[in-house]
């Protein structure tokens, strides 16, 4: 176990290579001759820079047609590779493969017997592998792009119970997710979603890290507001190098075709030689070993019809490519280019893609929200800074409730609370901006926009106090406050609920808690000169 350990710290202990590299006579490790299963591999990674995402890698290998070429291990078919298709698996094993950065990893797992007999694998995090050698040969990516792979797919991962802020671009309409940063405490503001408007949910950003110790959001604004500005702040910074994005898009079109035509042109290689292998074996074979001969004749067909297959796959890709880079696409994209408004309203481009456009430019936004107004300030790619105010939107006209409704609440919350007025609203006949019934939030929603007094807040201004208020105040429970209201000693106001009460005590005049025993008093009605806290029996 020492000399394998020796061994390893010098990088000469033979591992376990991954599809892709291969290890020559002399024990250098090197790049797979096949130049087919070389750009298979390197598509993997073209395909994350391009993403920055595993599930937007996978499907863009899906359908450019870009096959794994998967190795078996054991079996009577060992050391043979087998052409499938892409999955997340695969495509993050590559990824997360140090070889494939040409590094020399030794002890990425820890194996252990468990009690029950049976060996537990677990995979190790990089800072605890036993030994890391980079560039210790040629491999597919450099050691600082492999770094900048991993720290992409941790910010990706998505914790449970709770996103990370600062995650991939995903399908809803807040276009700076993990993008933007609270003013007032530093921290990272979340996306949340509220009511359907306009058949898209409606966004807010929201700084939620420390609410448990506040007892609420450090502030909440409308993802839309904030949105529109920083989009037009970068349409007008990009609008100079229109000419500039249009070359750069034909040429990355042309770039991705090229790439999907060589690997479909190196799939008719491999399946043109397995053919002509195939065939060459039958015509070696003695015309009287129908056995073996039946079974090559059989191999033959096979080959040919997967020859068959690729050309006719070839064939309608440059079918379909044509099609796709008509002269009339090629106007349009030249059009909506020049055009870059049209081109981010074009319902052809996805929420997604728009985040990922904003992504390129934008390193983070850091919001300041006030009553009426929103001051975003930006930090670009390159270091430049933009500072924009947004004046927050309100209400549309149409949701709000109408004047006359408004009064209505306002009369009723001189008698109630919020649940009361609704019940009354309703028992009314009154219905609200969407034609239903009236509910205990929407009545404090209007009531708060509109900046009336809440019934609890008209009560103490006219001098009453609930129940437990006075109990506090005069040290008695608050049956004792039920009582002296039953008996008159003070005044009580129903607040609309069934045993819900205000309580009062009479203006210039306090109360002097009564005693029971042999010389028992009733509380009484004092002037508050003569009221001393000091004796006994006296509040």
Excluded at 214 to 226: H, I, K, T
Excluded at 392 to 408: E, N
Excluded at 457 to 466: I, K, Q
Excluded at 471 to 499: D, M, P
Aim: hydrophobic share 40%.
């Amino acid at each position: 176990m020492a000399a394998s350990s020796n061994k390893a710290r010098r990088g000469e202990l033979a591992l376990r290579l991954p599809v892709g590299l291969v290890r020559l006579a002399d024990g250098r490790c090197v790049r797979d001759p096949d130049a087919g299963i070389q750009a298979s591999i390197a598509a993997v990674f073209e395909a994350f820079a391009a993403t920055g995402r595993i599930g937007s890698a996978v499907r863009q290998l899906l359908a450019s047609g870009i096959c794994f070429p998967q190795l078996v291990w054991g079996g009577d078919k060992a050391g043979t590779i087998i052409w499938c298709d892409y999955n997340r698996t695969r495509v993050i094993n590559i990824l997360t493969n140090p070889a494939y950065a040409g590094a020399y990893a030794y002890g990425r797992r820890r194996c252990r017997q468990a009690p029950d007999g049976h060996i537990e694998r677990r995979k190790l995090k990089p800072d605890a592998w036993a030994v890391v050698i980079p560039e210790h040969f040629t491999g597919y990516v450099s050691w600082t792009e492999f770094e900048a792979i991993q720290r992409q797919l941790r910010s990706n991962v998505q914790a449970f119970g709770r996103p990370n802020a600062f995650g991939p671009p995903r399908e809803g309409p807040a276009l700076l997710q993990g993008r933007v940063m609270c003013g007032r405490c530093g921290s990272a503001m979340y996306v949340r979603y509220g009511g359907i408007h306009g058949h898209q949910p409606r966004a807010r950003y929201v700084c939620v890290d420390q609410a448990d110790a506040r007892r609420a959001a450090c502030q909440s604004v409308p993802a839309s507001d904030v949105d529109a500005a920083a989009a037009r702040l970068v349409l007008e910074l990009m609008t100079p190098m229109a000419i500039e994005m249009t070359l750069a898009i034909q040429e990355e079109l042309d770039r991705r075709v090229a790439q999907r035509e060589q690997h479909h042109q190196l799939r008719v290689t491999r399946a043109r030689y397995e053919s002509d292998f195939a065939r060459r074996r039958f015509m070696l074979v003695d015309p009287a070993n129908r056995l073996v001969a039946a079974g090559l004749e059989a191999e033959w067909n096979t080959r040919l019809a997967e020859l068959a297959t690729a050309e006719e796959d070839l064939a309608r890709f440059r079918a379909e490519t044509q099609q796709q880079l008509s002269v009339g696409m090629q106007n349009r994209i030249r059009s909506l280019s020049r055009d870059l408004p049209q081109l981010w309203a074009d319902p052809a481009v996805i929420d997604r893609e728009r985040k990922e456009i904003l992504a390129l430019l934008i390193q983070d936004v850091t919001i300041l929200s006030e009553h009426t107004e929103i001051t975003a300030h930006l930090r670009l790619r390159g270091g430049a800074c933009h500072t924009l105010t947004v004046t927050r939107s309100s209400i549309a006209p149409r949701k709000r409730s109408p004047p006359d409704i408004v009064a209505k609440i306002d009369q009723l919350l001189e008698i109630g609370d919020d649940a009361f007025v609704a019940q009354e609203l309703n028992a009314a006949g009154i219905r609200n901006w969407r034609n239903g019934p009236f509910t205990k939030s929407q009545i404090t929603n209007v009531r708060k926009g509109r900046a009336l007094s809440s019934h609890h807040a008209r009560r103490t201004t006219d001098g009453y106090a609930t129940a437990g208020e006075l109990a506090t105040r005069y040290n008695v429970t608050r049956t004792t406050i039920r009582h002296w209201a039953i008996t008159g000693l003070i005044e009580r106001f129903s607040c609309g609920k069934r045993h819900r009460w205000y309580y009062r005590v009479p203006a210039g005049a306090d109360i002097v808690r009564g005693c029971g025993g042999p010389y028992a008093k009733p509380p009484q009605i004092v002037a508050p000169s003569t009221c001393n806290s000091s004796e006994p029996g006296a509040v």
